[in-house]
Each structure stands twice: as structure tokens, then as C-alpha cells.
């Protein structure tokens, strides 16, 4: 039996591809990971990444704009932290699909060769 998949919008897809662009950036990746633990101020993400605190900001906004972020201000900072955890399932997710694969290619590299094994070399007798 045949399944018809059903027609999705053209803005849907267009969605769908804005927030996976959202995590093709690496520094993204990056903040991602140091707000793994909780709540951190933009200061504290630009000593950890050494980057600008402009750098940081505009990748901070981008998550922010699809979701993923929620902020807070206290005085003059400002604090971010993960407002949708399942980021962390989905990047999880590929990284095991990564993995398994990078296995199975090493995998069969071990498997494949084309000359016998070299043998040791012999030991190097210094003569006085």
C-alpha cells in the first residue's frame, strides 16, 4: 500500500529552513553548548568564546528571534538561556548519526588495504 505524503506549505518549508539556518552557524553551536548549564550573562559568553561582545550579541539576537533563547535584564546586563531544551535532543540526535558514521568509515579503512603490513623496523646500533 502506497502512502501519499500530504502537501506542506511553502511557508512551512521556508520556516523549517530559517531554524535549522539558525544552527548552521558554528558559533552558534558554540553558545549553545556554554548555556548547556543555565542562565549566562553576554559577558561571561564573550570571555568563554573570545570573540566580540558584538559577535556574540548577533548571534544571541538570531537565536532569540526563532525561539530557542529567552533573555532577561538585570541592571546593565543581559542574560540568555535555552528556552526550548529539545535543541539539545536535536543536536544529539545528529551527533550520534555523525558518529555512527564516521565508525563505519573508519571501519572500513581498517578493513581495506592494499599492501601487506609493514614490518617493524629494525633497531638503530649506534657503533663507538
Given at each position: 500500500?502506497?502512502?501519499?505524503?500530504?502537501?506542506?506549505?511553502?511557508?512551512?518549508i521556508q520556516q523549517l529552513a530559517?531554524?535549522?539556518?539558525?544552527?548552521?552557524?558554528?558559533?552558534r553551536l558554540k553558545l549553545l553548548?556554554?548555556?548547556?548549564?543555565g542562565e549566562k550573562c553576554v559577558?561571561?559568553?564573550?570571555?568563554?568564546?573570545?570573540?566580540?561582545?558584538?559577535?556574540?550579541?548577533?548571534?544571541?539576537?538570531?537565536?532569540?528571534?526563532?525561539?530557542?533563547?529567552?533573555?532577561?535584564?538585570?541592571?546593565?546586563?543581559?542574560?540568555?538561556?535555552?528556552?526550548?531544551?529539545?535543541?539539545?535532543?536535536?543536536?544529539?540526535?545528529?551527533?550520534?548519526?555523525?558518529?555512527?558514521?564516521?565508525?563505519?568509515?573508519?571501519?572500513?579503512?581498517?578493513?581495506?588495504?592494499?599492501?601487506?603490513?609493514?614490518?617493524?623496523?629494525?633497531?638503530?646500533?649506534?657503533?663507538?
Open positions: 500500500m502506497h502512502v501519499t505524503s500530504k502537501p506542506v506549505s511553502q511557508e512551512v530559517e531554524y535549522f539556518s539558525v544552527l548552521s552557524e558554528p558559533m553548548n556554554l548555556l548547556r548549564d559577558q561571561e559568553l564573550v570571555d568563554a568564546t573570545q570573540t566580540s561582545q558584538a559577535n556574540v550579541s548577533k548571534h544571541l539576537k538570531v537565536m532569540l528571534q526563532a525561539g530557542i533563547l529567552s533573555r532577561r535584564s538585570a541592571g546593565t546586563s543581559a542574560y540568555y538561556r535555552v528556552e526550548d531544551p529539545l535543541i539539545y535532543d536535536l543536536c544529539n540526535l545528529v551527533c550520534n548519526r555523525l558518529a555512527a558514521r564516521i565508525e563505519k568509515q573508519a571501519r572500513q579503512f581498517r578493513d581495506f588495504s592494499l599492501a601487506p603490513p609493514i614490518p617493524p623496523a629494525p633497531p638503530i646500533v649506534s657503533e663507538v
